[in-house]
């Protein structure tokens, strides 16, 4: 059972914009900075969002994230096929020093 | 370009050892706090462990906390994983991660590829 809950999948068409949510406690988001990974389809995970709602260079600016008390949020505009992915957040769970994972959430592009 | 790259992952039999390696590239390793976060076939992603830039703090998931031993090698830009008494949960494809800042606390930033442990009889 994941400290952080994802929905299990999401789904768009082409041009539209999904958000796919995490939601935590006052012991991991709500400190807390969020990450976000994308992971393709037989490949190792990159990330995607860093502390909140920062893009690293060359992260399309489709992507974008934010951060509201226990809870955080991936939105992704304009949607694209090469989009489909699984997509997890991350947060620093203080009470265990760890970092901990939402379960991810498959996004499929309709 | 910076790079991470795992290997040492195999089949092996329960109750057995492995040793991982990842080697660095591309960046000062020694300036910054390293992982292993690992991902069982077809499922989620699962923080392993971490270690400061020096090793002088170190931190375990209770799931490996004393069956498994994070290390590095400034000198040889090497990270280490050494599985004990493996169970078949522990399969999984084993990712090397860097870290933002000199702890490991900073936020998981830059992946390897992964290597694969199978834990089996």
């Known amino acids: ?110 | 370009e910076l790079q991470l790259e795992e290997s040492g992952g195999d089949l092996v039999q329960p109750g057995r050892s492995l040793r991982l390696s990842c080697k660095a590239s591309g960046f000062g390793f020694d300036d910054y706090g390293m992982h292993w976060v690992r991902q069982a076939p077809g499922k989620g992603l699962e923080w392993v462990a971490g270690l400061s830039w020096n090793s002088g703090s170190i931190g375990y998931a209770p799931s490996v906390e004393g069956r498994f031993t994070i290390s590095r090698d400034n000198a040889k830009n090497a990270l280490y994983l050494e599985m004990n008494s493996l169970r078949t949960e522990d399969t999984a494809f084993y990712y090397c991660v860097k870290d933002f800042r000199l702890l490991w606390s900073g936020g998981l930033e830059t992946w390897g590829q992964g290597t694969l442990v199978t834990v089996s009889s």
């Open chain 1, 1 to 110: 059972q994941s400290l952080l809950t994802q929905p299990p999948s999401a789904s768009g068409t082409p041009g539209q914009r999904v958000t796919i949510s995490c939601s935590g406690s006052n012991s991991n988001i709500g400190p807390n900075d969020v990450f976000w990974y994308q992971q393709l389809p037989g490949t190792a995970p990159r990330l995607l969002i860093y502390r909140n709602n920062e893009r690293p260079s060359g992260v399309p600016d489709r992507f974008s994230g934010s951060k509201s008390g226990t809870s955080a949020s991936l939105a992704i505009s304009g949607l694209r096929s090469e989009d489909e992915a699984d997509y997890y957040c991350a947060a620093w769970h203080d009470s265990l020093s760890a970092w901990v994972f939402g379960g991810g959430t498959k996004l499929t592009v309709l």
